[in-house]
């Protein structure tokens, strides 16, 4: 990382006193860390509101001589949280999809107690069969922060849920496993997320013909995906299309304007012929 500002001036001294600690301490970084700091507090604020699934209330009718707003062509977008968390983490991209005609947007909780993922993404997956009933759409599209993502990918992947889901996107989900915080494994669902756990293996097993395309954004000041580069997909039989995220943390990706940018463009955009195999960047 590129070094801004007065820091320059004493990393120096700050080598001599502490050698490798600060030397790659940078101003992005400590902006990344002030804002995840700011999110948790608003989230831990907001986090009763989400506790119990959101009601399943049809959309109130235009009142006269106002038109309503347009609606998505694509398919319902279902929201799916991370590791101990609830549905008001996507407060904020709910709105924003709402206000720019997502208005078919359903936010699913999974309990906090979950400790399988396997077992997770079976519940998606009636989830996902009374969303379609109810909507009378044949597919879904999905967003899942962390957990969430890797419980989505597992219902695509390994239970035929391609047949359902059109696009899932992932927000800093460990596809390939994560290392941080090696006193969480004694919860199971984090030993399922470790590199080389058996969730993990399967999910590395060869899936041609999968329907569902993916769209991975990663963030390059990820502190709970270690390496950073887990939370890039790399599956040789899937369409995949990873997309780098620059200053934020893992709590910010599902918060922060230009992700919800990015998460818009790609539910918008008409299914490509060929895989996209770059790599894109919000900045």
């Given at each position: 990382?590129?070094?801004?500002?007065?820091?320059?001036?004493?990393?120096?001294?700050?080598?001599?006193?502490?050698?490798?600690?600060?030397?790659?301490?940078?101003?992005?970084?400590?902006?990344?860390?002030?804002?995840?700091?700011?999110?948790?507090?608003?989230?831990?604020?907001?986090?009763?509101?989400?506790?119990?699934?959101?009601?399943?209330?049809?959309?109130?009718?235009?009142?006269?001589?106002?038109?309503?707003?347009?609606?998505?062509?694509?398919?319902p977008v279902v929201l799916l949280h991370g590791f101990?968390?609830?549905?008001?983490?996507?407060?904020?991209?709910?709105?924003?999809?709402?206000?720019?005609?997502?208005?078919?947007?359903?936010?699913?909780?999974?309990?906090?107690?979950t400790c399988d993922i396997r077992a997770a993404a079976?519940?998606?997956?009636?989830?996902?069969?009374?969303?379609?009933?109810?909507?009378?759409?044949?597919?879904?599209?999905?967003?899942?922060?962390?957990?969430?993502?890797?419980?989505?990918?597992?219902?695509?992947?390994?239970?035929?849920?391609?047949?359902?889901?059109?696009?899932?996107?992932?927000?800093?989900?460990?596809?390939?496993?994560?290392?941080?915080?090696?006193?969480?494994?004694?919860?199971?669902?984090?030993?399922?997320?470790?590199?080389?756990?058996?969730?993990?293996?399967?999910?590395?097993?060869?899936a041609p013909g999968c329907r569902t395309r993916f769209?991975?954004?990663?963030?390059?000041?990820?502190?709970?995906?270690?390496?950073?580069?887990?939370?890039?997909?790399?599956?040789?039989?899937?369409?995949?299309?990873?997309?780098?995220?620059?200053?934020?943390?893992?709590?910010?990706?599902?918060?922060?304007?230009?992700?919800?940018?990015?998460?818009?463009?790609?539910?918008?955009?008409?299914?490509?012929?060929?895989?996209?195999?770059?790599?894109?960047?919000?900045?």
């Amino acid at each position: 990382m590129k070094v801004t500002g007065v820091l320059p001036l004493f990393l120096p001294f700050c080598r001599r006193l502490w050698p490798g600690r600060l030397a790659g301490i940078s101003v992005a970084l400590l902006k990344a860390t002030a804002l995840e700091a700011a999110i948790l507090a608003g989230h831990l604020l907001l986090y009763p509101t989400g506790l119990v699934q959101e009601r399943r209330a049809a959309a109130p009718p235009a009142r006269d001589g106002t038109a309503p707003l347009p609606v998505r062509s694509g398919p319902p977008v279902v929201l799916l949280h991370g590791f101990i968390d609830n549905r008001s983490v996507f407060l904020l991209l709910r709105r924003n999809l709402a206000q720019h005609g997502g208005q078919r947007v359903v936010s699913l909780n999974y309990s906090p107690l979950t400790c399988d993922i396997r077992a997770a993404a079976e519940l998606l997956g009636r989830h996902i069969e009374e969303i379609c009933e109810r909507t009378g759409s044949d597919r879904v599209d999905i967003v899942g922060h962390s957990l969430g993502g890797l419980i989505a990918r597992y219902y695509v992947q390994c239970l035929g849920g391609d047949l359902r889901v059109r696009i899932l996107v992932t927000l800093g989900t460990p596809h390939s496993g994560t290392s941080a915080a090696p006193l969480a494994s004694a919860h199971p669902i984090v030993r399922q997320m470790r590199p080389g756990s058996g969730v993990i293996e399967e999910l590395a097993r060869p899936a041609p013909g999968c329907r569902t395309r993916f769209v991975s954004f990663w963030s390059d000041l990820d502190s709970v995906m270690v390496p950073l580069e887990t939370a890039c997909l790399k599956h040789p039989d899937l369409d995949v299309q990873n997309v780098r995220v620059t200053g934020i943390g893992h709590l910010a990706l599902p918060v922060h304007p230009a992700v919800a940018a990015g998460i818009r463009e790609a539910l918008d955009a008409p299914q490509p012929g060929e895989r996209a195999t770059g790599g894109l960047t919000v900045a």
